[in-house]
């Protein structure tokens, strides 16, 4: 019977879920990128139900790692082995496939990150999740006014040599912008690939200013599959770009080898706090409580799971984060 570990990455785009084999680090059995759509809870309890309609059983699951931006919220409820954050995942996820990796570009639908690693080990990183124009939701924004499927834009950014610039700082000029260069009559090839690089420059002057990139670099999160904006890097950079097989799925990946970690870091194998994979399909309820224990007064998050209160979070004293 296989055996596996169960990797979730819940963000406010894609839920993604991966199983991986207990005897092989390398292999996933399953890679899943779900639309998340505001709702994480709806996003899994999709993404578990496609498992458990494949043959997949709860006993086959040996831990459950889970990261992303809902990664307490979903930890909680499904019994999670492993909650860390999209740093560590993505790192974790990195070295697994390029042992030798030095550097981590990952831009995914709402934020971008960038991972400095020196011999298997994070040395400095950053994030963005204030500015929409370094993410993905950037380019699906741009997509959609050029009447553009998102899958096609990268396409579309390759079939020109000769860009035009786009102000990229900021989603509202570069919207302005585009409408300007689309009046002087810009072709929509070169106004996507003018966007690609636009965003590659709010990325390096937002989340890689300061860092030493080096090589290998990887290239992962949503957006790698977007290959104007691989090619805007290179040119940007003069380094090639290494897109790694499950570029999309690596916070997956890597929550479940923290699993693996978790449960396996001492002699003898813990057994796993997961619910199981039928947890998703109990009556879950979220509702806002408001916490009178101190003079905080904090808003709190409470999750009931079939009458059960299971957990309660958003506090600024630490009391629930237990």
């Not at 590659?200 to 937002?206: D, K, M, P, S, W």
């Not at 670099?217 to 097989?245: D, R, S, W, Y």
């Not at 570029?247 to 870091?265: D, P, T, W, Y």
Request: charged share 25%.
């Amino acid at each position: 019977m296989n055996q596996y570990y169960v990797g979730v990455d819940v963000g406010s785009v894609s839920t993604n879920i991966v199983l991986l084999d207990n005897k092989d680090n390398q292999k996933l059995s399953e890679a899943l990128y779900l639309r998340t759509k505001g709702q994480p809870m709806e996003s899994l309890r999709e993404g578990f139900k496609i498992l458990q309609d494949k043959g997949y059983c709860s006993e086959d699951i040996l831990g459950v790692g889970v990261t992303g931006s809902a990664r307490v919220l979903i930890g909680h409820i499904i019994g999670a082995d492993s909650i860390k954050n999209e740093i560590t995942a993505h790192a974790v996820a990195a070295i697994n496939r390029y042992p030798q990796v030095k550097t981590v570009i990952e831009i995914g639908g709402q934020d971008s990150k960038m991972i400095i690693l020196r011999e298997g080990v994070v040395v400095d990183f950053a994030m963005n999740t204030i500015c929409a124009a370094g993410t993905g939701s950037f380019l699906d924004q741009q997509a959609f006014r050029l009447n553009i499927p998102i899958e096609e834009f990268g396409e579309f950014a390759l079939r020109t040599v000769e860009p035009v610039r786009i102000a990229g700082r900021c989603t509202v000029f570069a919207e302005t912008d585009m409408v300007h260069k689309q009046q002087e009559g810009a072709t929509k090839e070169q106004i996507v690939a003018g966007l690609c690089e636009a965003l590659v420059r709010n990325y390096l002057n937002n989340v890689a200013k300061g860092k030493s990139i080096e090589e290998p670099v990887l290239f992962q999160g949503g957006v790698a599959f977007n290959q104007g904006i691989k090619t805007a890097f290179e040119k940007e950079l003069g380094v090639q770009l290494v897109i790694p097989e499950h570029f999309n799925v690596m916070g997956a990946l890597g929550s479940a080898i923290l699993a693996k970690e978790a449960i396996q870091e001492t002699k003898k194998p813990k057994p796993t706090l997961f619910k199981g994979l039928e947890i998703m399909q109990r009556n879950h309820l979220l509702k806002r409580v408001e916490c009178r224990d101190c003079s905080n007064t904090c808003e709190l998050t409470e999750v009931t799971v079939s009458g059960e209160i299971v957990a309660k979070w958003g506090d600024r004293c630490g009391k629930w984060q237990k």
